[in-house]
C-alpha cells in the first residue's frame, strides 16, 4: 500500500538525508506530492529526480506529478511512452525551469522529436500533447498553427510582446472556437480565461461595450479573495476594459481648483478601483497633498501603476522637504524603489523594523545595497530575518568591512543563503561566521553539513578533510563540490574526495571537463583514480614513460558534445544508468541495447535549427533579453543525473 506523508513532511524534504533513505520511502515522498498539499522547490525535485533514478524508479512515471516530470532526463525517455510522457510533463509548473535553461530547452526538443514535428505548423493531436512546451515557441509558429494552439496559450506564465502580438492575430483572423470578438460576449471572455490579459486595445475595441462591462463587474466581485499578482492582473485588465469606452468621451472641464474629475478624499480609497476612474494626470491634480499626508497608508495599500507612484513620491517631496520621517518611510512599501541613491543615502533608517518594511519595496541592486550602508552606518545590527529578508545575493553586494559587521549568530538564524554570486574573500567570510555558528552542531556531523553546506565555497582544505573523515558519510552533492573554493580543492586527495562525496561519486564523472575538476585531476595519479574511485576519470599523471616523463591522460567522451546512437532503453531499464551517468555493463537478455548515457537522440536533428523554438525566451513579464550564456550541465544546483550534452541542445 502507498504510504501516506504529511504536508510538513514533504515540504521540509532535504536532499542530503534522504540520499539514505531505501527506496520505498523515496517513492512516497514522490508519490506524495500527487496531493498538491505541498509545493517542492526547483533544487528538491531536481533532486528527488535524481534519487528516483539512482533507485530505478523512473519507468512508472504516470505516479509522479507532472512538477517532477519536468526534472526527469528526458534523453532517457523510450520512443514507445515518449508521447505518454511529454503530454504529463507539459502540463508542469514551467516556471520552475529557467528560460533558456538547457533542461527546459532539452524538454522541448525531446517533445518536437517524439512527436516527429517537421515544419513551423502544429497539428492538434501534436498540440494536445505539447502542452505548457508551446510556451517556448516563435510567434511564427503561433499564427502558422492549428487555432487551437490558443488552448496551450492559456498554461503559459508570461508571454512576450511579439507572442501577444501573434496571439491577437490569431483571434482577430477568425476560424477560432471563440468566433469573431463583435460577436463576443461575457461568456466568450471568460472562456479565454488568461488569454484575456494578453488582449490588446485593437482587439478590445471590437468586443461590445456590454460584454466588456459585465467582465468588469464579474471581475470585481471576487477581487477581494485575490492574491496580490492576480490584484495587479484584475487592475490592469480593467483599465485596459475601460480604456475604450473613456476614448470615445470628451474629457472633462476642470474645475476651479484644477481637478478635472472627482477630487480625491480619504473615502476614495476605499474603493479598490478608483484608480481606473483617473488617468495619472487626473490623479495628481485631484490628489491634495493635506489628503495624502493623512492618508498615505491607505493610499499604499492600493495597486497603484508606476505612474502614479511617481505622482505620490513627488508630492512626498513636496511635503518633506527636509526628509520623510522614518514613522512614514515604513509605509512606503513599492513606492520605496522610486527613491534614487542620493535620496536614500539621507533616510532616517535607525531600527530593524524600518528596515524589515522598507525590505518590502521593489528594490534594485545598486539601491539595496545603499539602503544597507545607510541602516548599518546609524549603528543598525544584521539580525538572522534581516539577512534571510535581504537574501544572500544582495548580502554579496555588500562590502567587505560591512559584512565583518554581522554576527555570527545572525547567520545560524538566518536560514540557508545563496552566497554562490560572492567574491572568493566574502565567501570566505562568511564560511567563519557560519562556522562559528554552527559549532555546536559539530558533534553531529550529518546535522553540521546540512547548515554548514551554503556556506562551504570558502571553506579551507583542511576543514574539508574533516569534514570528510567525520566517520559519518555526508554524501557531498556535485553542485556544491564544484562550488568549493577551486584553490583549495586542488589540495585534496583523491580518498579526501571519495569520502566526501561517498554514494554521490559516481557524479563527479560527468564534471571531469569542468575547469577546477580538470586541474584537480592534473595533480592526481591516474593509477589512483582507477584504483581508488573506478568510474573512469582521465587527466591524471600516468606512470612514468621510458623517457622518465610523465603526461595526463585525456579525457573520455563522457563529457563531450560529440552525438552518439539513438538510446532505445526505457527510462528504468534493466540495464538503468547510475547516478552521474556511469553506465554498468548489460546482463545478456535477447534484443536488449544497451543506452548511451551521455549522447541525445539522432532523432532530435532536424531540429536542432528549427525556428519552431524561442532561442531567447522572454522573462517574466513578456520583456525579451539577450540570450544568456550556456550553463554548464555539470554544475546545476541540483544533484539529478545530468541530460544530454550533444550539441543539439540549444545554446540559449
Not at 519507468?59 to 519536468?70: E, I, T
Not at 485593437?202 to 461590445?208: D, E, F, Y
Not at 477630487?263 to 476605499?270: D, G, R, Y
Amino acid at each position: 500500500p502507498q504510504r501516506s506523508l504529511s504536508a510538513s513532511v514533504l515540504q521540509g524534504f532535504q536532499c542530503i538525508p534522504a540520499s539514505d533513505l531505501p527506496a520505498a520511502d523515496i517513492l512516497a515522498v514522490a508519490q506524495g506530492l500527487q496531493n498538491r498539499t505541498a509545493e517542492l522547490s526547483s533544487a528538491q525535485l531536481s533532486c528527488l529526480a535524481r534519487l528516483l533514478a539512482a533507485k530505478n524508479l523512473t519507468a512508472d512515471f504516470g505516479r509522479y506529478p507532472p512538477d517532477l516530470l519536468l526534472f526527469f532526463d528526458s534523453s532517457e525517455v523510450r520512443g514507445g511512452t515518449c508521447q505518454e510522457f511529454y503530454t504529463r510533463a507539459s502540463h508542469g509548473n514551467l516556471d520552475l525551469l529557467p528560460q533558456g535553461s538547457a533542461q527546459r530547452t532539452g524538454l522541448l526538443r525531446g517533445a518536437l522529436a517524439c512527436l516527429r514535428v517537421r515544419s513551423g505548423r502544429l497539428r492538434p493531436e501534436q498540440l494536445s500533447s505539447l502542452g505548457a512546451l508551446v510556451c517556448d515557441m516563435e510567434p511564427e509558429t503561433i499564427t502558422a498553427s492549428d487555432p487551437g494552439i490558443l488552448e496551450n496559450l492559456k498554461l503559459c506564465p508570461a508571454l512576450t510582446g511579439a507572442q501577444r502580438d501573434a496571439l491577437n492575430a490569431v483571434l482577430l483572423g477568425g476560424g477560432t472556437a471563440y468566433g469573431d470578438p463583435p460577436s463576443w460576449d461575457l461568456q466568450t471572455l471568460q472562456n479565454l480565461g488568461p488569454l484575456v490579459m494578453a488582449l490588446n486595445q485593437t482587439t478590445l475595441s471590437l468586443v461590445a461595450k456590454a460584454a466588456r462591462e459585465a467582465l468588469g463587474r464579474s471581475i470585481a466581485a471576487t477581487y477581494s479573495t485575490q492574491g496580490h499578482s492576480q490584484r495587479e492582473k484584475s487592475l490592469t485588465l480593467l483599465r485596459a476594459l475601460a480604456a475604450p469606452a473613456a476614448s470615445s468621451h470628451p474629457r472633462l472641464k476642470r474645475s476651479t481648483d484644477g481637478c478635472p474629475s472627482t477630487p480625491i478624499t480619504a473615502s476614495t480609497f476605499s474603493d479598490p478601483f478608483f484608480i481606473i476612474n483617473y488617468t495619472a494626470e487626473e490623479f495628481e491634480l485631484c490628489l491634495s497633498n493635506e489628503v495624502l499626508k493623512a492618508n498615505l497608508k491607505p493610499l499604499l495599500d492600493q495597486l497603484l501603476p508606476t505612474s502614479f507612484r511617481q505622482v505620490v513620491k513627488n508630492k512626498l517631496d513636496q511635503i518633506y522637504p527636509s526628509g520623510i520621517p522614518e514613522e512614514q518611510l515604513k509605509l512606503l512599501g513599492p513606492l520605496s524603489s522610486q527613491f534614487s541613491m542620493e535620496e536614500i543615502s539621507s533616510w532616517s533608517v535607525t531600527t530593524s523594523d524600518t528596515l524589515l518594511a522598507l525590505l518590502d519595496g521593489r528594490w534594485k541592486a545598486p539601491q539595496l545595497q545603499q539602503l544597507l550602508s545607510r541602516y548599518l552606518g546609524l549603528g543598525g545590527n544584521l539580525t538572522g530575518p534581516l539577512l534571510h529578508k535581504i537574501g544572500g545575493e544582495n548580502l554579496c553586494n555588500l562590502q567587505e568591512v560591512q559584512l565583518e559587521q554581522i554576527p555570527s549568530e545572525a547567520i545560524g538564524t538566518a536560514g540557508p543563503l545563496n552566497i554562490s554570486s560572492c567574491s572568493q574573500t566574502k565567501k570566505d567570510q562568511l564560511y567563519r561566521k557560519a562556522q562559528e555558528a554552527f559549532a555546536g552542531q559539530a558533534g553531529t556531523p550529518m546535522d553540521y553539513y546540512c547548515r554548514i553546506r551554503p556556506y562551504l565555497g570558502g571553506a579551507p582544505a583542511e576543514d574539508l578533510r574533516q569534514l570528510a573523515a567525520a566517520g559519518t558519510a555526508i554524501n557531498m552533492d556535485l553542485a556544491t563540490f564544484l562550488a568549493l573554493n577551486p584553490d583549495e580543492l586542488q589540495k585534496l586527495s583523491v580518498p579526501d574526495v571519495k569520502r566526501l562525496l561517498g554514494e554521490n561519486l559516481p557524479s563527479l564523472k560527468t564534471a571531469e571537463n569542468e575547469t577546477s575538476v580538470m586541474r584537480w585531476l592534473e595533480r592526481q595519479s591516474q593509477r589512483e583514480l582507477d584504483c581508488q574511485l573506478g568510474i573512469g576519470l582521465k587527466g591524471g599523471m600516468v606512470e612514468p614513460s621510458p623517457t622518465g616523463t610523465s603526461t595526463p591522460t585525456q579525457p573520455t567522451a563522457s563529457a563531450s558534445t560529440t552525438p552518439g546512437p539513438t538510446p532505445t532503453s526505457p527510462m528504468a531499464s534493466s540495464n538503468p544508468t547510475a547516478p552521474g551517468g556511469t553506465t554498468h555493463p548489460a546482463p545478456t537478455t535477447p534484443n536488449t541495447v544497451t543506452p548511451s548515457t551521455h549522447s541525445a537522440p539522432s532523432t532530435l536533428g532536424p531540429i536542432s535549427t528549427s525556428p519552431l523554438m524561442s532561442t531567447n525566451p522572454p522573462a517574466l513579464g513578456g520583456t525579451t533579453h539577450p540570450a544568456p550564456a550556456t550553463p554548464s550541465t555539470h554544475s546545476a544546483a541540483s544533484t539529478f543525473s545530468p541530460t544530454s550534452t550533444s550539441p543539439l541542445v540549444s545554446s540559449n
